[in-house]
Each structure stands twice: as C-alpha cells, then as structure tokens.
C-alpha cells in the first residue's frame, strides 16, 4: 500500500531528490515549500506551497490544506544556511537560523500531531555541523547553533512520541551538491536522497533516537 510522505523544502535541492524518489517508488508524496518550482510540479507531487514553516501563520496553512491525511512519514527537510564568523557575528542572520532550522520543524511536528499515527516516521535532516564532539574547525556560529539545538529537538521528540509508536531519527545528508553551498558539495543531492531514504527505511522504535549520516555512519552529539 502507497504510504503518504510530507516533505517540507521540498521545491529543490534535497527536498526535490527525495520526493522523485519516493515517487518513483509509488509513493505518494506532499511537497511542502514556500515557492514552487517546475520540477517538483512536475514531478508527480501534491503541492502545497505558501507555506513558511518558520510562522505560526505558514504551519496553520499546512494544517488547513492538509484536513484529516494521514501523514505515514514526515521529513523536515527545510533549512537555511547563512555565514556568521567570529569576526562578522550577524545576530540576525543566527536567530534566522534558529526560527528555520531549528524551530520550524517542531512547529511542523506540532501542527500535525493529529495527522501523525502510530507506526508513522519523523526524519529531521539535521548536519553533523551540529555535534560538538565533532567541532574541529570552529565558525558557522548560526548553523552550527541551530542544527545543535535541531538534534536537542529530534531527541526529545523520539522519547516522547515512542509510547505514541512513532519513530524520530535525526539525519545528516552529507555535503551535498546543492544551492545552499553554491555547489561546492562533494555528493549529488540524489545520491544523499537514496542514503536518507535507507536510514528512514531502517528506522523504527528500537533505534529511535539516533543520529547518522547518510551514509549509515552513526554520529557522535
């Protein structure tokens, strides 16, 4: 039976990666984003666009346009990533960050609790920039902050949602070829798509919790 999988930022980059796979694997896929774009309206996918996660306003929209759907695994893919040094510390651009990556997701989570059964999965795509046992290269105050603070989030969610039967995993998708690093990454997007998509496969109630790349390697917080 097609299981329905909601993907936020889902327009591009990663987010289109993953809708066209699991599309291609018969599923049936809900991408989420604020401005649509040819391949993902091409791509198969129900769209809803409109919506910033990061507003109580863009989470409302979500909820209304989605009704009673049964959501079986939820991906909150949306994230931005904007420079801040020690030397250009932009309390702006880190709080921007903070709302989109790290928050945003937990009021997506919020808004369709009720859309969210048991047996149902919840994948975070988080970085490993976000571990501090990792840290060797300091800098990216802002992303590293938030995706820390994401992966606080992720953990927390999986303890409380496990009674509820479902499973939350907190995934790196590597360094990937996108716009979000002016295309300096060193995999392609559908390359990392088909990595997420093994870990989420293999996700259940007795690894919930965990932190891994895509690549299958299991992370240090």
């Not at 960050?97 to 928050?103: G, L, M, P, Y």
């Not at 992720?154 to 002016?182: F, Q, R």
């Not at 299958?216 to 917080?221: A, C, K, S």
Request: negative net charge.
């Amino acid at each position: 039976m097609s299981k329905v999988v909601l993907i936020t930022g889902a327009n591009r980059g990663i987010g289109l990666s993953l809708s066209k796979v699991y599309i291609a694997r018969g599923e049936t896929v809900i991408g989420v984003c604020r401005n649509s774009s040819d391949e993902l309206e091409k791509s198969g996918a129900e769209v809803i666009d409109g919506v910033d996660v990061a507003t109580l306003e863009g989470c409302d929209r979500l909820k209304e346009e989605l009704g009673n759907k049964s959501v079986d695994i939820l991906i909150n893919n949306a994230g931005i990533l904007r420079g801040t040094s020690l030397e250009n510390l932009d309390f702006e651009l880190i709080l921007a960050q903070f709302e989109v990556n790290a928050v945003a997701p937990l009021r997506v989570v919020s808004a369709l609790k009720d859309n969210i059964h048991s047996g149902a999965k919840i994948a975070m795509i988080t970085s490993r920039m976000g571990s501090i046992d990792d840290n060797d290269s300091g800098g990216s105050y802002g992303y590293r902050m938030s995706k820390t603070a994401l992966n606080a989030a992720g953990k927390s969610l999986a303890i409380d949602l496990k009674p509820k039967g479902i499973a939350v995993a907190l995934l790196h998708p590597g360094w990937v070829n996108t716009e979000m690093v002016n295309f300096n990454g060193l995999i392609e997007p559908e390359e990392s798509a088909a990595g997420l998509i093994a870990r989420i496969d293999a996700l259940n109630l007795d690894n919930t919790g965990g932190f891994w790349h895509s690549n299958g390697d299991e992370l240090p917080w």
